[in-house]
């Protein structure tokens, strides 16, 4: 189906090709999970099946890439729209209609397909994908799995022989991305749909491939088994972790596989206590934010219920929750940018001030525009004198991003100018960090390193352009640090890198709220997570107390050993000598 032929790909100005003689070969009815660090060639190799490489991105291809017989150097992107459909990351970017059947049969309207055969498709895609019921919803108001199904839909009615996800699941919360990836797995089942898959999530689909490509990192690709290729990549779920620690041979991955294998393990572990996730975390400090009946509706509909919330200095918590349970709303309403019905927010004295305001923007519901005032300290706070706290709301721009800053979930919000380096000196600027080196770049190469500084920010990879904007944020870090679904498009090296700058964080005696749907960085990153649901706090606790006992919110660790208390392969690890684990 899928045929690379000494493939290599190399972009102007490039001094190493993305791609380097790669062969590969994807048979019908394949699940292929593409795996590797950001800003490896993930997103080069997806494009480069449907012809985007290089006849959009740019760039030179060297050998053939066939796709059912078409070779794509001869064919563009819209010469292979009858075989290949995409769904990029963030489905909503791809939506050009106003309600979901009118998305479905978009696609073949501009492929001339007949009327009749129209309707018969849309009708056979609603059922396949359980979304007959919202055949007449607007998109706007669905849910972000039903989103992301529909964006699925939409592609699918053109009856593609191949179908290329990327990072399909990273904005969804885990009962949403298990409906998205049941239906693809579906697809490949019982329609011999061929896919190739590119996820950071690895614990969510791992156990779903049929075959695993892997991209070192060097140009090259390497292709076979999962439990093969998972037995020295570079990077691996969790799961993959806690069998190679405990020996297991074959490696599994599933949780139910691994709970088998567990057995020994979970017998040499009772009766231990597992050390704390993060490393003397310490009790939390002086109250640094108190809000009381945070309520915020939209058009008479409620999205945070009357929520009261305090937040202590040295604390990492998780904000958790399904999508469109209120997390965003309420975290722009503390952050003073978004819209707040009623309630009061306070930002005590106490804590350490930043050294300059962060910048911000407003791309919450609900939230203004982009907000780029008080740029390098302007205001009347003046000059590096620290914020004297209050309500961020009541406060100037440039005090109120002393006291509350926020990153938002769609970073190219805060990317305005024409090179990394230049954002990067612009956030130094911002700070007032110029005779101290260049911080903002040395936090960037922490999160996501050898980004070239020349590169325009568009150009970067969904990762990259998370982890730039995260350095901005951080290079200039307030009292209180708000982060929403900080971690889309992160690999695990980067989450780790993103544990330990939150760490710092919290150890300088800030507060660090992070709105996430990844419950494995909550289990490593966060020591009390609070869960929303339609906009009502229904769990605030440690992190322990609260995802051990959640059947949706528990990491794979957690799962694996249960009734054990254990969150993490290194609590594991910490306790248990790798011979004993493996016993």
């Not at 707040?340 to 106490?350: C, I, P, Q, W």
């Not at 300290?377 to 000059?383: A, F, K």
């Not at 609070?530 to 995802?547: N, P, Q, R």
């Not at 609590?571 to 004993?580: F, G, I, S």
Request: charge should be negative; charged fraction near 25%.
């Amino acid at each position: 189906m899928i045929t690379f032929d000494q493939v290599s790909v190399v972009y102007d100005g490039a001094d190493e090709p993305v791609l380097r003689d790669v062969n590969l070969k994807v048979d019908e009815g394949e699940l292929c999970l593409v795996v590797g660090h950001t800003g490896v060639g993930k997103s080069t190799l997806l494009g480069a099946v449907n012809g985007l490489v290089p006849h959009f991105t740019g760039g030179t291809l060297y050998g053939t890439v066939m796709v059912d017989g078409r070779d794509t150097a001869d064919h563009p992107p819209r010469e292979l729209a009858d075989v290949v459909g995409v769904v990029g990351q963030d489905p909503l970017d791809g939506f050009v209609t106003d309600t979901v059947e009118e998305e479905l049969a978009y696609s073949m309207e501009q492929l001339a397909i007949a009327p009749a055969v129209m309707r018969k498709r849309v009708e056979e895609t609603l059922d396949l994908l359980g979304l007959a019921d919202l055949r007449h919803r607007a998109l706007h108001e669905l849910s972000g799995g039903q989103q992301q199904r529909v964006a699925i839909g939409s592609v699918l009615t053109a009856h593609p022989r191949v179908l290329v996800l990327d990072e399909p699941t990273s904005a969804l919360d885990p009962t949403a991305a298990e409906e998205v990836l049941a239906a693809v797995t579906r697809l490949v089942h019982d329609l011999g749909v061929t896919v190739l898959l590119a996820e950071h999530r690895l614990e969510r689909v791992v156990q779903y491939a049929d075959r695993v490509i892997q991209l070192p990192g060097d140009g090259r690709v390497v292709s076979g088994p999962p439990a093969e290729i998972f037995t020295s990549s570079s990077i691996a779920p969790p799961i993959v972790e806690l069998g190679r620690a405990a020996g297991w041979s074959p490696l599994p991955l599933s949780v139910r596989d691994a709970r088998r294998a567990a057995r020994p393990l979970r017998t040499a572990l009772e009766g231990t206590a597992p050390p704390p996730v993060r490393a003397a975390p310490g009790p939390p400090g002086a109250e640094l934010l108190r809000a009381r009946g945070i309520t915020v509706a939209y058009r008479g509909a409620p999205a945070v219920r009357d929520v009261d919330l305090d937040l202590r200095a040295g604390e990492v918590t998780a904000l958790m929750g399904r999508n469109g349970s209120g997390k965003s709303s309420l975290l722009w309403a503390l952050q003073g940018s978004g819209h707040r019905t009623s309630g009061t927010v306070r930002v005590g004295r106490g804590g350490p001030a930043g050294p300059g305001p962060a910048r911000t923007d407003g791309s919450g519901p609900g939230a203004p525009g982009p907000v780029r005032r008080g740029r390098g300290g302007s205001g009347p706070s003046g000059r590096g004198r620290p914020a004297e706290g209050g309500d961020p709301k009541s406060l100037s721009a440039a005090e109120a991003r002393r006291l509350v800053g926020l990153v938002p979930q769609t970073p190219t919000d805060l990317l305005y100018l024409e090179s990394v380096e230049q954002e990067l000196d612009q956030a130094d600027a911002e700070s007032r960090a110029e005779g101290a080196g260049h911080p903002a770049r040395t936090i960037l190469d922490r999160l996501a390193p050898g980004i070239d500084g020349a590169t325009h920010p568009r150009d970067l990879s969904e990762g990259q352009k998370l982890a730039l904007v995260l350095a901005i944020q951080l290079t200039a870090a307030p009292r209180v640090l708000l982060l929403d679904e900080p971690t889309r498009g992160l690999d695990y090296r980067a989450k780790t890198q993103l544990i330990a700058m939150v760490d710092e964080l919290a150890a300088e005696g800030r507060s660090v709220v992070v709105s996430t749907h990844d419950v494995e960085f909550a289990a490593r990153a966060a020591d009390r997570v609070v869960v929303l649901a339609e906009g009502d706090i229904v769990a605030d606790g440690t992190t322990g107390e609260v995802i051990v006992a959640s059947p949706v919110f528990a990491p794979q660790v957690a799962k694996i050993l249960s009734p054990l208390p254990y969150l993490t392969v290194d609590q594991v690890t910490a306790v248990l000598p790798h011979e004993e684990a493996g016993a």
